[in-house]
């Protein structure tokens, strides 16, 4: 099924140092248009306002999700493990280089807003007539269909689901790798080489050998330390409720028939809930950006005022709390609108959360998200059950409330705000 | 004059670790919308399409300059060197962060298509009356007028013009070690630690202690180097080439009266060539794409077939060749037009050439654009006079012909082409 | 009291990349004799047999610990904290640079061996009569008093104390750096610029800031896996047993009057309990090295065999139990000895064991041992008290009970040993 | 011929990430003694006290050597080049291992004082009845002779010759970047994986595939710079000149009769030129510098002085002459007597000089010391013919000569010689 390309490609990687790419099918996927789209989404939405360097696309990652699982499908054939099946290698390397096909300009905030899900998109662009589903059809009739079902988890060898999208998988060993890389926070720095050579294929998943458990560890706080460092940066998700707030706005006008100064296809479409798959492939983080610029000379003030704080990045500030009850929530509400300002768009709260590894619970069987380790006598165990470091963090929550608004009008509002609420807001 | 900050503030970066911010005007610099805009504007144009990783910013650049250069002043400093003018450290640092203000996107294809110049649209910035404008101004009426001389290189103080634009400047150093960084190319690491404990000021200029000579025959290696694997990539090449076609396309269109599905304020004025500072900040590699993602769907198939090539990444191939004269040269345009080839667009020939390092010419005096080397006695000696290296390559241009073209096209018409054309670009 | 040199001299460091060398004082400190006797003795002892790269020496150690003291100093300076008291920063760097001073050749099993100290061999060597004691005394007559009073920990300033030996000491951040790099295992890499930038002198101590609560929490889980996976390797107390077996074996032949084919000064008086400093500065691992080569040869044959073991690296191997109890161990040595072994030398019970950090405990003052995070509002808090993290590894040992043994000798008295205790040893 | 091991092992190994060993002949050499004696020999003799943490060994290296050959030899076999024969791969590997097992204490300065030669050693340690030779024979009767052969450069098929000693050799690649780690200095690193992926077995040598041609430019530039950076540094070279000083007065000495306060075996053998292999394998830098080391007590002033110069760092002082012809040495030499100094022992004269590369001279066959290049069209041409920069720097020699000479003698000495004389040494 396999179709090696004559000579090798290879793509330079500031993280894996080389991408290789050794199949013909490969090779002409990363062609496609589909995939070179992936170029104009970045892998970390907004937070390049937060940490300068991460200016890096889904493009990049999706190579390297592919490059690791080439890696670990690699190590597996080289040693002739009897639970892997190589067959199902041409399948998996698709799967794990398109498994972010679908994601939309700002993913996160963009499906929050339009309720729409990256997923599905993924799945739809693999099986609906584009350039990505032709080269597959190459391979097999079915052969589409079989991709976007590792990517919806249905397909039938639990293994190869387990590759692409596991606890283990090689999605996050890139992504904390890749953004450490390009933050430039070394918190993500996981022994990947050890962590590679210490994956088995056993009876239907991927398992860790027990004499790696300490790299586990370590990746393990790697993604915790990420989570809390990188990825819940108040700063960063101060820029994604602005986000949200935008495209809220800017569909409420449009359903109250506002007439914008600047409108581009599809995003009519997109405020209707309408869009095929042609026009989401349009769709890329180069329009959003033109469209809020442009925005930023609309009339209606409220939407010309968050596009100009997305685009020139004067963000909202934000308040620390750690624990804030929903009376006290209403009571702010209230006393906001009391004071002047809009209690929807001016003040946000947020209470990010994060569980950083989900353990084994006595009496069930084991879950798709565990981590198991391999012992000598083939014994599996789950690592919280080994591993003292796991057992302790894996209860961890740790949200704290923060209460994000616009500095400048509150300043305005805040003597007509009752003391107690302001010293909340006063810094 | 310094303002400083209650408390520094630092940007994390991955070149530099953490960028240092001291003093009140930088900090106010750098929240302009003028200074946000960089963020929109890739350091290296289309060379993302090459080395999918360098997707970096001229903001971050731009940042890594100033902190370079910060880091220069503060050892001149307190070493007390007394050749430098302390009172002259803000202009400096001023100059060194804004120096890349006025670039353009795709800036040097832009450029090229527009006869524009990045200099000249940074010192308007600078003086225009913008953000930048009004925070200048509040270190002194006079300052706005300093900053801009010295990225003109008219500043009275020679030394101040030498650290932000001479043959050893922050920007060298820095776009040396970031291209680095977001490609993967390792030749472009230098000892900087090293390079900045050489520098000594002297004389009006920036000089390098004798010790120093291996650290800078090694910049000197990598930015050889850098210009040949990175900077002058063929793949790169040809994207720009591609742009700056889109960019004439667009213009003989617009001045033929055509009417574009898909137009933007300000692309018509730009065409027109009268562009405000305040239309020019409108400008963004954002504005662009999304101005060519939308022509892909124009009537006017030439500029719709580039535009796709642009966005989808469907480059012109090209053939190298070590010699090419003008007899040749003409020949191949004839035949391409006999063969129904657009001899215009359907052929680009290009010759990348680069000095690596320009030499003192015995009888003449020291130029700007030389290293010199200080040795225990005071005595000042140009770089290539002690370095047998930097003799030996400074005399490298390396020039070679580039023949790019759109491959698809060129193989239907090959069998229109003599045999002689012909065998140039069959692989 | 400090005594610039008229130019700064630097080091080349891997780890710190230059070390600065800025006083006389500390120059000549360097050149000394007993500091380069450093050079000759390796800060991992026998880790080097476990990790091939672990090859360096205290000198390189101390260097690094006298550069990061150098740079909280030159930052605690350079931000005019009122609680750091400048005078006695030429005091402190002495300190940093000299801690280690009196470590004898693979340190921790000559200290075990010989019931010795190196603290008070440090202290010995810089109050009696040696390079460092003159040149110290050039500073003031009480000076090497002061140095020995702080590595002794009674001087009268914590906070100088604090900065050589306390929870976040210079001594830690540069062996977690250095022992990392040079053993190639990359869980030892700590923002140690970050961790600088957040320290702060207050009220006698160093604390940190709140806000570097994340760079701390990495230190310490660098610090948990360096201990697991580096210092406590299995290995690594494979060759130490074997050294504290080789120093108790020719101690107890000395005692005995054996008469040694080899023997070299001060060896003899080392097993006597007698060595003056002047003796104890002959000693390094050369020494330490060469008469265990010699001994090789020794008709002892216990001796012989262990220094065969030791030279060319033909360790005990091990078991690991998680359970143990006394009478169990009884039981092993009691079937040893029937069997034929010797239950002495043939078998050692390991069980090491770490506390990752000691929190605070309620009701209970400040420790010095504890990690204080200062607010901004000026409030101290131990940091388990605000760190999930911290407080969820705080109180995990983790040890496991190890037997070493000749495997060689074992294998043959496997067949006399109980079946259950044989099972324990096999394989 | 391969004896797999069921499962591989690996070494932790900071330049390499892992070293990772699958034959079991391999694994066997490596435990042996004559193999683990090289952890006793420092990789740069005595760098370590130009460079502090180049206290890397001959092991580290040896296991480097054997890494980056198994990788080409994997590559090569992965992409089943005709030109490769597979059944040579365990000689490659064990020769490559090997290749450095003869090796001395402090080699290249005993080979001078001795006029032994490593290579040699390395043949009889191979041949002569050690541990090796006996694992060796196990593969065939003549095995060790093959790998012998293959260190002497006479085996019959020239390709596994050319990659252990060839002018792209494993062991240099290893050691550029393995020194340049150590050190810290960072000019030796290359990019390894580029060069390894763009090697060809092509008629009995290896060749680089043309676009590989900047990988060799910045590899032969990163072997220029640590030559004159590192291999060549004037204070290594100093303390190489006191280590054959000491050897050279020991012998005299020896030779004269004179009755050592120590002596230990096999130095006097050593004296004497009669060393078997048995007695060579018991010499290692530990105990040269235990002979040292006690050395500094002899009766002997000069041999006293010189050793105690050596283990206390005090090395002698050097100064550096563009041009110094063989007259002027004369009368330097004439003066030094009059003064009253040692012209011997107070004065050596150095010439460091290197070739960067050896350039193809027209009208000769290939060299074997020559990089070739294969092109798309299978012709080779020798490196130089295609890169300018090769070109240039292929000529440079750079040598320049240094006087070294014992400061605190020649300062009393200075009135005592002519003023032309006296000029050249004072600072």
């Known amino acids: 099924m396999k179709q090696p390309l004559t ?3 290879v793509f330079k990687d500031p993280v894996h140092n080389y991408i290789h790419v050794q199949d013909t099918i ?3 996927l990363i062609n496609t248009k589909e995939f070179q789209r992936l170029r104009r989404i970045r892998q970390l ?3 390049y306002l937060t940490f300068h360097g991460a200016e890096h696309s889904r493009f990049s990652h999706s190579l390297g999700v592919y490059e690791i699982t080439r890696r670990i499908i690699s ?34 905030s963009i499906e929050e807003a ?3 899900n990256h997923e599905d998109w993924t799945c739809r662009i693999i099986l609906e007539d584009t350039e990505i589903t032709a080269i597959l059809r190459d391979v097999a009739e079915d052969f589409p269909g079989k991709v976007a079902s590792v990517i919806s988890k249905t397909y039938e060898h639990e293994i190869v689901v387990n590759l692409v999208s596991g606890p283990l998988d090689a999605d996050r060993m890139d992504y904390l790798l890749r953004d450490a890389y390009y933050t430039g926070v070394n918190y993500g ?9 210490m994956l088995r294929p056993y009876h239907g998943r991927v398992v860790v050998k027990e004499s790696g458990m300490h790299a586990i560890e370590d990746y393990l706080m790697s993604r915790y330390q990420m989570y809390w460092q990188v990825y819940f940066h108040p700063v960063t998700r101060s820029s994604e409720i602005i986000l949200r707030q935008i495209f809220r706005r800017a569909k ?5 028939g506002y007439e914008f100064r600047f409108m581009i296809d599809p995003l009519g479409d997109l405020f209707r809930g309408e869009v095929t798959v042609e026009q989401y492939l349009l769709l890329d983080e180069a329009m959003i950006q033109t469209a ?15 596009c100009s704080r997305f685009i020139h990045r004067k963000l909202y500030k934000y308040v620390e709390m750690e624990n804030l009850d929903s009376e006290t929530i209403d009571e702010i509400r209230r006393s906001f609108a009391v004071a002047g300002l809009d209690a929807d768009y001016d003040l946000e709260i947020d209470f990010p959360t994060d569980l950083p590894y989900d353990v084994f619970r006595p009496g069930q069987g084991f879950d798709s998200k565990q981590i198991l380790l391999l012992d000598r006598h083939d014994k599996l165990r789950e690592i919280s059950e080994v591993s003292d470091i796991v057992r302790s963090i894996s209860g961890i929550h740790r949200g704290r409330y923060h209460l994000y608004f616009p500095q400048d009008k509150l300043q305005k509002a805040l003597p007509m705000l009752p003391s107690s609420i302001a010293e909340i807001f006063a810094k």
């Open 7 to 9: 000579e090798e490609k």
């Open 26 to 28: 490969i090779w002409r």
């Open 45 to 47: 939405g907004t937070s």
């Open 75 to 108: 190590q597996f054939e080289r040693s002739g493990y009897k639970d892997w099946m190589p067959e199902e290698s041409l399948l998996t390397l698709c799967a794990a280089l398109l498994h972010d096909l679908g994601h939309g300009p700002f993913s996160h």
């Open 114 to 116: 339009f309720e729409m």
């Open 189 to 197: 720095t996981i022994d990947i080489d050890r962590i590679l050579r």
């Open 252 to 256: 409420e006008l449009y359903q109250s």
């Open 292 to 306: 809020f610029m442009q925005w930023t000379l609309e009339k209606d003030e409220l939407l010309s005022d968050l």
